[in-house]
């Protein structure tokens, strides 16, 4: 690039980059707003049509309630995602696309999918106590947490105030599994 004629400095590199920077380049942020987009949508249809045994689908506080308020949670989330990938200045996405130092940290991710797919598996066979606390714990040491023992207590802990939400507050039973048949 030349130095424009009344300036002694060149111009800024990046701006060129971002002149010329493809209209995809730097948005991974739209992916992740449009799948969230497909779920808030997929809860709205399945909210629609749920049907909810010995109760009108009025209640704020029961299965149709609280599903209402996880799709409008992630219909709200995809729009915010959206919003502000498309906002961002080229120049930031170009920085971003050119930088060969943010790469996914596979790792972590592996290790909480797994987490995630283990938990899915062992739902039924080991109840919703055992499998949570296996979800969180693989999640938060996936994630850098190094204290093994603190991971698996507060995992525990997780578990049980969301087993006592949902039975008290929504009247769902979670799978009990192994300790049902304590």
């Known amino acids: 690039m030349t ?29 992740v707003a449009a799948l969230l987009a497909v779920v808030g949508v997929v809860l709205v249809v399945g909210n629609l049509t749920m049907d909810v045994v010995g109760e009108d689908g009025t209640s704020v506080l029961g299965p149709a309630g609280f599903g209402w ?15 502000r990938a498309v906002r961002r200045p080229a120049a930031e996405r170009a920085q971003e696309a050119a930088d060969p130092t943010r790469e996914m940290n596979v790792p972590a991710f592996l290790g909480a999918l797994g987490g995630l797919v283990g938990f899915a598996v062992l739902l039924q066979p080991l109840g919703w ?54």
Do not use: E, K, Y
Request: hydrophobic letters at 55%; a neutral charge; charged letters at 10%.
């Open 3 to 31: 130095p424009r004629p009344d300036s002694d400095h060149p111009a800024d590199p990046r701006a060129d980059t971002a002149a010329n920077l493809p209209v995809t380049a730097g948005r991974g942020d739209l992916v």
């Open 69 to 83: 308020l996880v799709a409008a949670l992630a219909l709200g989330t995809s729009v915010a995602i959206a919003a």
């Open 129 to 182: 106590l055992l499998s949570a606390t296996g979800l969180f714990f693989a999640v938060s040491s996936a994630l850098g947490s190094r204290p093994l023992l603190r991971n698996a207590a507060v995992g525990f802990a997780m578990a049980c105030v969301l087993q006592l939400l949902f039975g008290a507050a929504l009247g769902l039973a979670l799978p009990s599994g192994v300790l049902g048949w304590l």
